[in-house]
C-alpha cells in the first residue's frame, strides 16, 4: 500500500473511524480503498479468538486452541529460546485462524503477589521481564503476525484499575515500571503496545502525552503503533492528541462524530489524526492475513506446550529425596480434586477454549496401574467434607507416597480484581494438616496463579511449584514428579513468608483513587535483599535432581564494559539445566540503590560431569540508575561487585571490580552541597583554588580558620559534617564572601 497517497484519498469521516476499533475484535474497513480490517485477539498463552458476534466476555466460546502455560510459569525457565518457541508457535496458530494481531505479550511487573492479574505477567524483575517479553514478540512476528505489549505501563493492581492513579516518582518509573517495555521496543520493534487504563501521577495514560509520545516515541524510537485497552479511552481527543493510536473496542458512530467535529471546531490538528492514520495504515498493510493459511498440527503444540511446562515447573522443596517418585514401586495415593480438576489457566480475558487437557489424573493412570485417587476436599466450598477427608486420610494410610495437589480455586484468580490473601482454602489446609499426621511421604504439588504461604513447608518432604501450566499439565506435573525431566525452573519472583511481609502491605489497594508507590526501587528481591528479610523462597530459586558447580570467575574490564566468564559443571549423576544468575551490588554510588540487581541469565544444558562455560557481558548501563531531576542515566565511578548466583540468594561466584566512568558534569549552583564538591576531585581543587585559599589567606578571624590548611593538609571546614551537610550559600553566614562563591560556581560551570 502506499501509505501517503491511501492517506490523501481518506476522508474525514473514514479517518475518524479508522482511528475507532469497528468493534471488539476488528478495526474499520475501508472498501473504496482497499483497507481490510485487521482482526486482533488474545491472548498472552494461547489464541482466544472469539467468533464475530460474540461479546468480550464470552470467554468460554473462542475457538478452540492449544492452551500453553501461563506466564508465571513459563518466566521461571529463565529462557530466552523458549519464548522465541512460545510466540512463534502462538504466531503461527494465529495466522492458520486469520488472525493479524496477537494481545500479548502482558509485562507489566508483579509489584505485589497480591496482584490480581500476576499469573498473566512474567516477574517482579523487568530485565527478566523484558529479555523474555522481548524474545515473545521476535516470536509471533517471525510468523507474520503482530503483537499488543501489554499495558503500558504501572498497571500493578486490577482493584479501580480504569481510574486509579499509580503515584510513583520518575526515577522508580524508569527502573522498573517502564525498563521491561523499554528493552522489547528497543530489541523487538513491535507491531502495537497497548496502552494502559490506568494513570500515571495522576494522568490518564490514554491521555498522557509524555508518556506515549516524549518517552515511548521520541525517546525510545517507538515506530509502531498504540491502542488502548478495551474501554480505556475517556476523551478520545485527547487521547489522539497525547499519541494513541487506535481507540479499542470503539464506541461506534459517537467516537467518528467526536473525532470529525473535534477537527471542524479546531480540538484537534488533523496533522495528529494523519500520524495516527499512518502508523495505522502501516500496520494494517504489514499483516495482512493469509488467503488460504495451513492448518497447525495441534498435537505439535500441545507437546511443546507439555516441554514448555516441564522447563518451567519449580521444585522449591525435595528433602530425603523423597523426588523422583519410582511410581512402580509401591502404592502412591493421589489426593486432592485439583488433580482431576486442574487449575492450568488463568481467568478473564487469556482465558483459552484448549484443544485437549490431560489432567494429572489421567496422566498418573497412564503411567501406572499402582496409584489410588481421592479428591479430599470440594473445590467449590471452603469447609471440610468430613467424608472427602476420610476417604482421603484411608487412601493415604495404604499409600508407600501420597502427591496432594492444592491450590487456589479458579474463582481467587482472575483478571478484574486483586487478591486480599495467600493461604490456601481452609479445606485444603486441614486436609494437608491430617495427611501429615498419617504418612511421612507426602509431596505437594501447588497449581496456582501467584506465590502461596506455607505454614506447613517443614511438615512435608517435597513442593512442586506448577503454577498455571496450561492444557498439556498432567504430563508435565509426572515428568517432574517421576524424574522423566530433571525440573530446572528458577523463581521468577519472591514468595514471602507471609503477604504482610511486602513492602506496600498496608497500603495497596486501600485507596480507591491513588496507588502510592512508597517502595520506590525496593520491590520485590530488591526490597526483601536489601532489608536482609527472611523469605519463604527467594528469588531465582530452583532446586534440580543434579548438583552444580561454579568456578574460574574471571571479569575483564574494556572502557565502559566488563566481560564476566565463568564455568558451570554439572557435578551430579543426571542431565540437567543450571540457571546461574549474574547480580551486581553498586558499592560506588551515594544514591540509595538495592543491595542487588539482576543484570544477566543463561539457561545452561550440562551432561553429568559436563562443564560449559558461560560469558555474559555488561554495559555502561547496568550500573547505572535514574537521575530524575536532569532526566538521564548515570553511572558512578566506584566499586561493584559481581556475584553469580543459582538464585538471589545464593552466591556462588563473587568478585569487586573498579570502575570509571564519564559523566556530565552536574550544575553547580548555590544549592549544591559541600559534600557532592568533595566527592568529586575537580570540583574539590577548583574550590581550594577559588575559594579556600583567596579566603584563608587574608586574615586570621575565626572563620578565616575554619578555612585554614593545617599542616596535614586538612581544612578544618571540610572535616565537619555540620558543614559539608550545607549548600554553598549556607556558608556565606559562615563569614565566606560571596563574591568567592560566585566565581566558583562560574568556574564549575565552565569545566570540561
Ligand atoms: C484486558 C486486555 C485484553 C482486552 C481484550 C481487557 O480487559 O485488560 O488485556 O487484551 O481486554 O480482551
Known sequence: MDI??????????????LVSGKNNWYTAKIDRLGIHPLM???????????????????????????????????????????????????????RSERVSLVLGPGVN??????????????????????????EYVKGVQSQNVGVAVKHFAANNRENQRFTVSSDVSERTLRELYLRAFEIIVKTANPDTLMISYNKINGTLNTQN??????????????QGATMSDWGGV??????????????????????????????????????????????????????????????????????????????????????????????????????GQLADKPRFQGGGSSHVNPVHLVTPLDAANQLSDHVIYQPGYDLDQLDTEPTLEAAALEAAKQADHVVVFLGYPESWESEGFDKTSLQLPDNQSELLSDLTDVNDHITVVLETGAPVEMPW?????????????????????????TGAVNPSGHLAETFPVLLSDTPMSMTFDQDPNHEIYSEGIFMGY???????????????????????????????IDDEKVQVTFNVTNTGERTGQAVPQLYVANHATHRPVPATELRNFAKVALKAGETKTVTFTLTRRDFSWYRTGKHMWEADSGDYELMIGASSRDTRLQQRITLTFENEPHEISENTYLNEIISDPTLMALFMKDVVTPFSDHGSTTEQQLFTVDQNGKVAILQNPLFTNMPLRALVAQGLPNQLIQTFIRHANNRE
Not at 217 to 222: H, S
Not at 241 to 262: C, F, H, N, Y
Open 4 to 17: 501517503n497517497k491511501t492517506l490523501s484519498e481518506l476522508t474525514l469521516t473514514e479517518k475518524a473511524a
Open 40 to 94: 486482533m485477539t488474545d491472548g498472552p498463552s494461547g489464541l482466544r479468538k472469539v467468533e464475530p458476534g460474540k461479546g468480550i466476555s464470552d470467554i468460554n466460546d473462542s475457538v478452540p486452541a492449544v492452551c500453553f502455560p501461563a506466564a508465571s510459569l513459563t518466566a521461571n525457565s529463565f529462557n530466552r529460546d523458549l519464548f522465541f518457541q512460545l510466540g512463534a508457535l502462538i504466531g503461527e496458530e494465529a
Open 109 to 134: 511487573m508483579k509489584r505485589t503477589p497480591a496482584g490480581g492479574r500476576n499469573f498473566e505477567y512474567l516477574s517482579e524483575d523487568p530485565l527478566l521481564t523484558g529479555v523474555l517479553g522481548a
Open 209 to 222: 502525552y509524555h508518556l506515549i509520545t516524549d518517552v515511548l516515541r521520541d525517546e525510545w524510537g517507538y
Open 234 to 335: 475517556a476523551d478520545h481527543t485527547a487521547a489522539i492528541r497525547a499519541g494513541l493510536d487506535l481507540e479499542m473496542p470503539g464506541k461506534g458512530q459517537p467516537s467518528t462524530d467526536e473525532i470529525v467535529l473535534a477537527v471542524k471546531t479546531g480540538k484537534l490538528d488533523e496533522g495528529a489524526l494523519d500520524n495516527a492514520i499512518r502508523r495505522l495504515l502501516t500496520i494494517i498493510d504489514r499483516r495482512q492475513p493469509d488467503a488460504n493459511p495451513e492448518p497447525y498440527d495441534q498435537s505439535k503444540h500441545h507437546e511443546a506446550a507439555r516441554k514448555m511446562a516441564d522447563e518451567s515447573i519449580v521444585l522449591l522443596r525435595n528433602t530425603h529425596n523423597e523426588l523422583p517418585l519410582d511410581l512402580a514401586k509401591g502404592t502412591t495415593a493421589i489426593i
Open 457 to 481: 513447608v517443614h511438615d512435608v518432604n517435597a513442593i512442586v511449584e506448577t503454577y498455571l501450566a496450561g492444557e498439556a499439565v498432567g504430563e508435565a506435573t509426572w515428568d517432574i514428579l
Open 526 to 556: 530488591r526490597f526483601y535483599n536489601s532489608h536482609e528479610m527472611r523469605v519463604l523462597y527467594p528469588f531465582g530459586y530452583g532446586l534440580s535432581y543434579t548438583a552444580f558447580e561454579y568456578t574460574h570467575l574471571q571479569t575483564e
